[in-house]
């Protein structure tokens, strides 16, 4: 009976582990030089971790996948890992938080059961003591730097979680209620607008250009905090936070759009968040989670992080060049010249070519080369055919050398 895969999950392919280990090697690369340190957490973690003082929204926690974990007559429960930064951050306050800065990155995979994903994979960086603006420009640079080098052009969108959960506070809702709200004005909800006017005109008066706004950049946050300042005055601080992070991206030549409906959650996002788009399809976000340690027994510390969806990535880019590729056959004794067979195959792979020996299925044609080795008398001779129809027989060692640098030239 065929099994199938489970459903939600995806297989990984030869030519998709191409593209895989490319963006993770890019993203490695460029996270290393700017002074970040691998780490990796568990695929498990307490289920106490996520549900702590609302580090996950119940929508969430509904989603993640659990279970007892059975300890003698009691059990833990615990989950799938389904988010990369709350584990992090625990790593952070059981490990690093002597450090007065901590740049941490990882490629990890998360679990939830929603729609057609159930295991995605991640590339995160992590930003632990960074202050603000400084942290958020960090961290949006170096993902612009990670999408050049994959030659991905993405829109940088921005937004401002405190200043959306701050409007929201103004109406004196319930705690429901407020959640409710703030996902109403994230999915860009007009009608957001009119029900709360009657509460609070000066909170709908904000809403509404909050809402009507696309593609604004720096120009568009000093009107906002000029408005701010006349009619919520405690709230301006949070346009000037985003002003500040806009001016920096403006001076580093990066493009960007100020979004409020960004359309997503933020659970435990404190400050300026970030999204990241190529076309219509959202590959990455973050943002600033000042809250986020204490709620896990640490003190508190900035911080800011971002993730970029490597499954999503996968889909824009093309695989680099393959390097060629050299059939070997051997027609010499295996018992006396096997040492000579697998040094003339090392030697090639460390010249940079890729070898396969024959073992009597492989097809001439899916090569770029194929090699043949034999003996006359006691020499060593060599016969080599090339994709285009090239033969040359009874070559050398050196002359081979030659011939396949020279077809590789000319490729």
Same mark, same amino acid.
């Given at each position: 009976?065929?099994?199938?895969?489970?459903?939600?999950?995806?297989?990984?392919?030869?030519?998709?582990?191409?593209?895989?280990?490319?963006?993770?090697?890019?993203?490695?690369?460029?996270?290393?030089?700017?002074? #970040?340190?691998?780490?990796?957490?568990?695929?498990?973690?307490?289920?106490?971790l996520f549900t702590s003082a609302g580090t996950l929204s119940p929508a969430r926690l509904s989603r993640v996948y659990s279970f007892l974990d059975w300890d003698g007559w009691s059990g833990e429960r615990v989950v799938l890992r389904p988010d990369g930064t709350i584990p992090t951050a625990r790593l952070y306050v059981e490990n690093l938080s002597h450090l007065p800065l901590a740049r941490l990155f990882y490629v990890e995979n998360t679990f939830s059961f929603e729609g057609e994903e159930r295991e995605r994979w991640q590339c995160g960086a992590e930003l632990i003591g960074g202050s603000e603006p400084q942290g958020?420009?960090?961290?949006?640079?170096?993902?612009?730097?990670?999408?050049?080098?994959?030659?991905?052009?993405?829109?940088f969108r921005l937004s401002h979680l405190g200043l959306l959960r701050g409007l929201v506070e103004e109406l004196a809702l319930g705690k429901e209620?407020?959640?409710?709200?703030?996902?109403?004005?994230?999915?860009?909800?007009?009608?957001?607008?009119?029900r709360v006017r009657s509460r609070s005109p000066e909170v709908a008066e904000v809403l509404s250009l909050l809402l009507n706004v696309r593609k604004a950049a720096h120009g568009f946050l000093e009107n906002l905090k000029g408005l701010l300042f006349s009619t919520l005055p405690h709230l301006a601080r949070y346009a000037a936070d985003l002003a500040q992070v806009a001016k920096l991206l403006d001076q580093a030549g990066a493009a960007y759009q100020v979004d409020f409906a960004l359309g997503?959650?933020?659970?435990?996002?404190?400050?300026?968040?970030?999204?990241?788009?190529?076309?219509?399809?959202?590959?990455?976000?973050?943002?600033? #989670?000042?809250?986020?340690?204490?709620?896990?027994?640490?003190?508190?510390?900035?911080?800011?992080?971002?993730?970029? #969806?490597?499954?999503?990535?996968?889909?824009?880019?093309?695989?680099?060049?393959?390097?060629?590729r050299i059939l070997l056959r051997s027609h010499l004794t295996f018992g006396e010249d096997a040492g000579v067979t697998f040094e003339f195959a090392r030697r090639l792979r460390s010249e940079g070519w890729v070898v396969e020996l024959e073992a009597g299925?492989?097809?001439?044609?899916?090569?770029?080369?194929?090699?043949?080795?034999?003996?006359?008398?006691?020499?060593?001779?060599?016969?080599?055919?090339?994709?285009?129809?090239?033969?040359?027989?009874?070559?050398?060692?050196?002359?081979?050398?030659?011939?396949?640098?020279?077809?590789?030239?000319?490729?």
């Open positions: 009976m065929k099994v199938p895969r489970c459903k939600g999950t995806r297989d990984l392919l030869p030519q998709d582990m191409v593209l895989f280990r490319q963006i993770e090697e890019v993203f490695r690369s460029c996270c290393q030089s700017w002074g #970040y340190r691998e780490i990796r957490t568990p695929t498990l973690e307490y289920l106490h958020e420009a960090e961290l949006l640079m170096l993902t612009q730097e990670i999408l050049n080098r994959l030659e991905l052009r993405a829109e209620e407020e959640a409710d709200l703030l996902q109403q004005i994230l999915q860009g909800d007009g009608d957001v607008v009119d997503q959650e933020f659970e435990y996002y404190t400050g300026t968040v970030f999204q990241f788009r190529a076309g219509t399809e959202v590959v990455g976000g973050g943002g600033r #989670y000042d809250e986020l340690i204490p709620l896990i027994g640490g003190r508190k510390v900035p911080a800011a992080g971002f993730a970029l #969806y490597l499954d999503r990535l996968m889909n824009f880019l093309q695989p680099p060049p393959e390097a060629e299925a492989l097809e001439a044609a899916d090569f770029d080369w194929v090699v043949c080795l034999k003996r006359q008398g006691e020499e060593l001779l060599f016969d080599l055919q090339g994709k285009a129809g090239q033969e040359w027989k009874g070559l050398s060692l050196a002359e081979t050398l030659e011939k396949l640098k020279e077809g590789h030239k000319r490729a």
